[in-house]
């Protein structure tokens, strides 16, 4: 956690440490701090603010990029000047959190730092569809779909989907959208198809075994 004032570094320590799986390993408040403490603790993740006293969160990206350190980067700063958004993505940062935000608002780009992390660590080999979801080219809604499904309610199944992390039936997906089992059936193999889902097999008595699905990554 690298910010110049105190208490702010004291609060968003908090907010990170709330979210499971994440731990704060050190906070700096110039940048010099931050380069020592990167180098000596080599942190996953790098929460920076822009405004520093000695050098800007941006430069201390750069330089810690450029002695091969691979920690990815999320800038939390109060700086709203578009060349600074610019410079911040071509320095290689993840996202850009302007002051003063939610404390949910940094949950979720934590949540999405885990997502990218673990599909990327179960990935042997890319797909379009893979990468186009790790770099955000096709946000949510805007993503093709075969013809006869509708955006509206790839959504609404994509929901119950996300909502059901342990899996369930075409059937269990069907009553809690309140569609056909038939269509809700369509929605879920396309997202198997395209890596959004991963489909496993229930075996239980006589029978075709049930297909369940659950969100991947």
Same mark, same amino acid.
Not at 78 to 84: E, L, S
Not at 107 to 121: T, Y
């Given at each position: 956690m690298? +910010?110049?004032d105190f208490m702010v570094a004291k609060l968003h320590s908090r907010y990170v440490s709330a979210v499971p799986? &994440?731990?704060v390993v050190g906070v700096a408040h110039t940048g010099a701090e931050a380069l020592r403490a990167a180098h !000596?603790?080599? #942190? +996953? %993740? %790098?929460? $920076? =603010?822009? &405004?520093? *006293?000695?050098?800007?969160g941006i430069g201390v990206l750069r330089e810690l990029r450029g002695a091969g350190l691979a920690a990815d980067a999320l800038f939390i700063t109060?700086?709203? =000047?578009?060349?600074?958004v610019r410079a911040a993505l071509r320095a290689g940062a993840l996202h850009y959190l302007i002051k003063p935000f939610h404390q949910a608002a940094l949950?979720?780009?934590?949540?999405?730092?885990?997502? $990218?992390?673990? !599909? %990327? =660590?179960g990935l042997?080999? /890319? !797909?379009?569809? =893979?990468?186009?979801?790790? &770099?955000? @080219? !096709? *946000? *949510?809604?805007?993503?093709? %779909? #075969?013809k006869g499904l509708a955006p509206h309610t790839a959504d609404l199944v994509?929901?119950? $989907?996300?909502?059901? #992390?342990?899996? $369930?039936? /075409?059937?269990?997906?069907?009553? /809690?959208? /309140?569609?056909?089992r038939v269509s809700a059936r369509r929605y879920l193999e396309h997202f198997a198809a395209t890596g959004r889902a991963e489909v496993t097999l229930r075996?239980?008595? @006589?029978g075709r075994p049930e297909r369940r699905y659950r969100p991947a990554g």
């Open positions: 690298v +910010d110049d799986g &994440f731990s !000596r603790l080599r #942190p +996953d %993740l %790098l929460l $920076l =603010d822009i &405004f520093l *006293p000695d050098m800007d109060a700086a709203r =000047d578009a060349g600074m949950h979720e780009q934590l949540r999405h730092v885990a997502s $990218l992390r673990s !599909r %990327l =660590d042997a080999e /890319a !797909r379009q569809e =893979d990468v186009d979801q790790i &770099f955000g @080219t !096709r *946000p *949510p809604g805007s993503r093709e %779909l #075969p994509e929901g119950i $989907l996300r909502a059901h #992390p342990g899996g $369930l039936s /075409a059937t269990e997906c069907a009553e /809690a959208g /309140a569609l056909s075996y239980g008595g @006589t």
